[in-house]
C-alpha cells in the first residue's frame, strides 16, 4: 500500500514526466504577403525602432494556450476540427504602437466578422479547457517589431497587404538557440476552401 507521502512522489514524477508544449492557433499570412510586410517594414522604420520579426515568423494569433500537455492538445485539436466556418478576407490597413509591450502592429480598420467570431470561438474552446484567456478585448494583429520602448513616428499608412484565409492553425512556440520559431502542428480549412494540410 502506497501511503499519502508516495503518492504525492509518485503523481509529482507523472505531472513531470508530461511533456508541456507551448501552444496557440493563428492565421498564417501567405509568403508573398510577409515578404511585402517585411519590405514595407525596411522602408518605413529605422533600424533602431526595434526588434524586427522574421518574415517566416509573421502571423495572426486567434487564440493564445500557453504551455499545453498532449491530452490537453488533443482536446483543443478535436474541438478545432468541429469548427465549421467559412473562408475570409483580411485587410492589414491598420497600424499602431503599445508602448507598454513595446510592439509595433499591422491590423484591421475593420475586422472581418468571420474571423472575430473564430477567435471568440477558439478562445472560449480554450478558457473552458483551463487555458488562461486575458481579459482585454481581442485586437487582431501582425506584430512587426518587439522590444519598442520608445516613442515612434508611424508612417501614416499600411500597404494594405490582405489575403484570403483559407484555414487556420495550432502552432507549437520554440525558443532555442536565442530566437523563436513557430510550428505548424495542425491546420483546418475554413469551409469553401480547399484541404490545406493535415495533422503531422
Ligand atoms: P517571444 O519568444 O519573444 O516571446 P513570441 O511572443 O512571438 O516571441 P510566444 O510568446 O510563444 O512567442 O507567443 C506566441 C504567440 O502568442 C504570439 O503571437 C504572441 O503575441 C501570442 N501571445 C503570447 N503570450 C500571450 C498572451 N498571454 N495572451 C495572448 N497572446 C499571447
Ligand atoms: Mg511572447
Known amino acids: 500500500m502506497i501511503n499519502t507521502v508516495d503518492k504525492t512522489i509518485v503523481n509529482k514524477t507523472i505531472v513531470n514526466k508530461t511533456p508541456l508544449r507551448r501552444l496557440f492557433f493563428a492565421l ?33 494569433t486567434l487564440a493564445f494556450l500557453g504551455e499545453v500537455s498532449s ?49 471568440q470561438l477558439l478562445r472560449s474552446q480554450a478558457a473552458r479547457r483551463g487555458c488562461y484567456q486575458t481579459s482585454l478585448p481581442f485586437h487582431p494583429h501582425v506584430t512587426l517589431l518587439r522590444g519598442a520602448m520608445r516613442p515612434v513616428a508611424l508612417p501614416a499608412k499600411t500597404n494594405n497587404q490582405h489575403f484570403r484565409a483559407e484555414h487556420f492553425s495550432l502552432y507549437e512556440s520554440v525558443f532555442a538557440r536565442g530566437r523563436t520559431r513557430y510550428n505548424i502542428i495542425q491546420s483546418w480549412p475554413l469551409a469553401g476552401s480547399e484541404r490545406t494540410s493535415d495533422a503531422i
Open 28 to 60: 498564417a499570412l501567405p509568403n508573398a504577403v510577409q515578404q511585402n510586410i517585411v519590405q514595407w517594414r525596411t522602408d518605413h522604420f529605422p533600424p533602431e525602432a526595434g526588434h524586427l520579426i522574421a518574415a517566416a515568423n509573421l502571423h495572426l
Open 71 to 119: 491530452a490537453k492538445a488533443q482536446v483543443l485539436q478535436q474541438q478545432a476540427g468541429r469548427i465549421s466556418q467559412s473562408g475570409f478576407n483580411v485587410t492589414l490597413d491598420d497600424i499602431g504602437h503599445w508602448p507598454g509591450s513595446g510592439v509595433i502592429w499591422l491590423g484591421c480598420k475593420n475586422p472581418p466578422r468571420g474571423l472575430l467570431q473564430l477567435a
